[in-house]
């Protein structure tokens, strides 16, 4: 297969990793002194799972010259999303397959808006990480979960040649029949995990004993929760429960990628997380105090540090 990798930060960079290492034609779309290093010395990913180099990636800055990809995975932060929706159209033939894979919940739509809804296969990807240096993606934590599906619910064959591969890979992939849930279970726990990191700056470990911090974090869930139903996810009954649980299970020094960007000064994706509860909390007629709160403390920061 020809995967096509829009935005080598943590996701794109250690998804086609997964990828190349099995002998897929892999192209890595990155810009700067990230791409020159990954030119130079290849990419390196290190972390949690381990270490390793894909001595000779393939990576340049202008997506005309990759052409049109089998799979194109939409890896880059939010707001460069409809900017570079427009970039990938060479990247995007008549059987390219576009999986997005950013936080939040309407990416998918966004893509769908500039490149066919029929190319779009809405998708959430739970690997946390950051670009340690030009070249270099630390990994935090071990999940390497990929999960796509069609909108209607159908069991594809494209989705099921994709599964496939990502499994041979070596990701902890699936193919779902209700992506909505699951994009929607994602955002249950990235908003609290990322406004709680973020507002505190610091990783789990340092504030998940202390009870009013994490009174704020499943407030937070709650709230997010209860915005999903009102818009018709079908969350199960044990949602906030289990999603809990699956916090404390996390390494102590997991971090969100929000957080690493209020720590290093740049800008985040605030209004799509917290933002966004509230939003839909007020279009719904859903409270969202907890969460109002939060997004007012990290509102100052949505542009980078303060000047």
């Known amino acids: ?18 990828f190349a290492q099995v002998g897929h034609n892999v ?66 033939g008549p059987a390219t397959t576009v999986i997005p894979v950013q936080n939040g919940i309407d990416a998918a739509d966004r893509l769908a ?10 998708g959430s990807v739970f690997i946390t990480g950051a670009i340690a240096a030009p070249g270099i993606i630390r990994q935090i934590g071990t999940f390497q979960r990929v999960t796509f599906g069609e909108r209607d619910g159908s069991m594809s064959q494209r989705g099921q040649d994709i599964l496939k591969e990502a499994l041979a890979g070596g990701l902890q992939a699936h193919f779902s029949e209700d992506i909505e849930l699951v994009i929607w279970d994602k ?18 470990g340092k504030f998940r004993e202390d009870p009013e911090v994490m009174t704020t974090y499943e407030a937070i869930m709650s709230e997010t929760v209860a915005v ?18 699956f916090m404390r299970t996390l390494p ?46 990290l509102k100052p920061h949505i542009l980078g540090t303060p000047a």
């Open 252 to 297: 102590p020094h997991h971090i969100s990628s929000m957080a690493v960007d209020v720590i290093r000064g740049n800008r985040i994706e605030l209004p799509w997380l917290a933002a966004k509860v509230v939003e839909l909390g007020r279009d719904l007629g859903v409270p969202t105090p907890a969460t109002t709160h939060i997004y007012a403390a």
């Open 113 to 122: 808006a500039v490149l066919g809804r029929d190319r779009v296969m809405p």
């Open 228 to 245: 999903g139903r009102a818009r018709g996810v079908n969350f199960p009954a044990d949602q906030v429960a289990k999603t809990m649980e």
């Open 27 to 92: 192209t890595f779309i990155a810009r700067g002194a990230h791409l020159a290093a990954i030119r130079q010395n290849g990419l390196r990913i290190e972390g949690d799972r381990g270490e390793f180099t894909l001595p000779n990636a393939q990576a340049m800055d202008n997506p005309a010259e990759a052409g049109p990809q089998d799979v194109l995975f939409m890896c880059v932060k939010q707001w460069d999303l409809d900017t570079a929706a427009i970039a990938a159209r060479p990247m995007v």
């Open 1 to 18: 297969m020809k995967i096509g990798i829009f935005g080598t930060g943590a996701m794109g960079g250690i998804i086609g990793a997964a």
């Open 187 to 204: 955002f249950s726990f990235l908003v609290p995990h990322s406004s709680m990191t973020a507002v505190t700056r610091l990783p789990l």
